[in-house]
């Protein structure tokens, strides 16, 4: 069977054809349209602009998708759609457009909640991971940890009190002089050092959930400090280095307090932060337990994983009816299992 996925959550518009068989799966095309370009210049996402590029791009994206899979709307047996959480035009785009398919040719849907979607994108992309496993989601809007123990079944552990860790890399980037998001361009400079003359507090040692506020604080009084200097690339790169291992310490700290609580040995980091090397290789050395990533294109928003989890969900006997509203708020763990499995 083929299952079509749609992701509008935010500034990504994303298609990807899911071919299954009952107990297996395989991508048979994705494609993304991303939006940074528009959003550069206001240093952030603006929900209005994002909503009329997803508006512009959903049908082009969906046929091109199709074709690339070589396959025709007929042969689609179910639509997955991401619901929530994510920028409220941007989601209404992205389910009104799957749902005029899926009413047109008679589909049946399947809304997808996105942060669930980089729950199980591991998965999607290592066919070894199993239940139970605790998972990391670390996203330009989310820094949460939850006891996974099947679809649908999400035990949270802690979350962010206030920003995200890609808020965090962002913001500092932006101080750092790249444009929105940062992210990424921060992480591959701070990966040309091996170490920084500069130090940033250990932060979370003593509270319960993630905060970065504090961090976000030290960081910006730093390169403030260093800002005359910001010229001297080798300056620039180790106030990177810095900011890199203080947000990465910080996660791993948290992740290793959990995995302790919980004596689960599979560890999952997923998330557009899941594509940072430094975090990727502190996850790797903690000792005595298994570390899945999804594959780099899976770890930012694309629309692959909201067909892989649309697909389990589907065959666990979901449907979607049109009649559902967006959701822009939606904590995964009020998610339940598929119909048939609860
Ligand atoms: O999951 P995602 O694509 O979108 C949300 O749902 O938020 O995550 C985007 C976030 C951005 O903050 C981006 O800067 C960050 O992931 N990111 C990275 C890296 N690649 C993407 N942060 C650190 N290192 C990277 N290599
Ligand atoms: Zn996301």
Redesign the pocket.
Known sequence: MYVLGIET??D?TAAAVLSADESSCRIASELLSSQSKVHELYGGVVPELAAREHMAALPILTSEVLAAAGITLQKVEAIAVSRGP?LRGCLLMGLNFAKGLSLARNIPLVSIN?IEA?LLAPMLDNSSLDFPFLALV?????TELHLVTGVGEYQPISRTIDD????A??KS?NLLGFSY????S???LADTVQKSRFKLPLVMRESEGFSFSGLKTAIALLIKENQSNLSDEAIRAELAYAV?RAIVDALIFKVKQALERTRVKKLVIT???S???A?RNAAIAIPGINVFFPIQEH???NAAMVAYLGWRRFVGGERSHAGEPVMDRWPVESMRPPQNER
Do not use: W
């Open positions: 959550s935010c990504e994510g996105h980089h670390v996203s330009g809007g989310h995200a860790a890609g808020e890399f962002d980037a998001p940062g992210g990424a921060l992480a591959a890199q998330g557009g932060v594509a940072n090397r975090l770890c930012t928003d």
